[in-house]
């Protein structure tokens, strides 16, 4: 009779997974408890005696690390081994060899798409929501407090299934398609889209460069002279190119992280010393207007 795990143990063990991946993280061997926790349900299931049971659960509890949500469809792949190794097809070293191979590929496909671009993603859309909803702001937070988790959930227990029904050679192939290639290229462009405009609706700076002249004004009954504005550098650079300023802001923010390793602690300090600075002098008489 071929051994197969039912539907009641494949949720078991993708909710072991799901909810407590990380509740047994350490330096030995990082996710390994938790990925031997997930995997208990199935080994119980699989093998009736005591020392095939050992066995299994030996070879899921060393060293493995990933991304948990996209590192969900290692749990599906290894189930659907174990499944093969317990009806007499394939090794146990396969198995162990599979996960330590999926480790690079899940961590970093996980981190990219899923760490890197649809959470930042869905904060910026809630933060959007909270700002736009002056009387309401907390409908922002509520929105991320149930799409990240139940989107979550969903995510990862697909990615479990396509893992168990498709196999290694399935992801194998899918990742050779060049499909995931493209979705992580969409994604990231998408990604790009939502950053500009939260860059050009939340990140202000403006260049107080006012240059006034003396001019007669009709109020109304009679010519007055005032000092009317005659060049203003923001007004100028947003007719050429609009929110020029905070882009070149967050670019030198982005350059000062990336590229010259600077932390976020410092980065924050140069702009409270500029603010600072800059708020300062434009306290002083005549700086920012010349007359």
């Given at each position: 009779m071929t051994k197969q795990v039912s539907k009641k143990t494949l949720r078991k063990s993708f909710n072991n997974w799901f909810f407590?991946?990380?509740?047994?993280?350490?330096?030995?061997?990082m996710l390994g408890m938790a990925f031997g926790q997930a995997m208990a349900p199935v080994v119980e299931e699989l093998y009736e005696t005591k020392e095939d049971r050992a066995k299994a659960l030996q070879r899921h509890i060393t060293l493995f690390n990933t991304e948990s949500q996209v590192g969900s469809v290692v749990n599906g792949i290894c189930i659907g081994m174990e499944e093969q190794l317990a009806?007499?097809?394939?090794?146990?070293?396969?198995?162990?060899?599979?996960?330590?191979?999926?480790?690079?590929?899940t961590s970093a496909i996980g981190d990219s798409l899923w760490v890197a671009t649809i959470i930042p993603l869905l904060l910026t859309i809630c933060i959007a929501v909270a700002t736009s909803l002056t009387s309401a702001p907390w409908v922002g937070a509520v929105v991320y407090m149930i799409?990240?988790?139940?989107?979550?959930?969903?995510?990862?227990?697909y990615l479990f299934r396509l893992g168990y029904k498709?196999?290694?050679?399935?992801?194998?192939?899918f990742m050779a398609s060049g499909?995931?290639?493209?979705?992580?290229?969409?994604?990231?462009?998408?990604?790009?889209?939502?950053?500009?405009?939260l860059t050009a609706n939340f990140v202000t700076c403006t260049l107080n460069i006012d240059i006034k002249a003396m001019q007669e004004v009709f109020n109304g009954t009679e010519y007055v002279e005032q000092l009317v504005s005659v060049f203003n550098l923001?007004?100028?650079?947003?007719?050429?190119?609009?929110?020029?300023?905070?882009?070149a802001l967050t670019l030198v923010v982005y350059r000062l992280y990336t590229k010259k390793r600077w932390s976020p602690i410092a980065i924050m300090g140069l702009i409270l010393v500029l603010a600072a600075v800059l708020t300062a002098i434009g306290y002083i008489p005549n700086v920012g207007a010349f007359a």
């Open positions: 407590w991946n990380g509740c047994s993280q350490q330096a030995e061997s009806n007499g097809t394939g090794t146990a070293e396969m198995i162990s060899e599979t996960k330590v191979a999926l480790i690079g590929p799409v990240y988790p139940v989107g979550t959930y969903f995510l990862s227990w498709a196999g290694l050679e399935g992801i194998s192939r499909k995931l290639d493209k979705l992580m290229s969409t994604a990231t462009i998408l990604g790009l889209i939502v950053v500009g405009g923001d007004t100028l650079l947003n007719n050429v190119f609009p929110k020029i300023v905070p882009l």
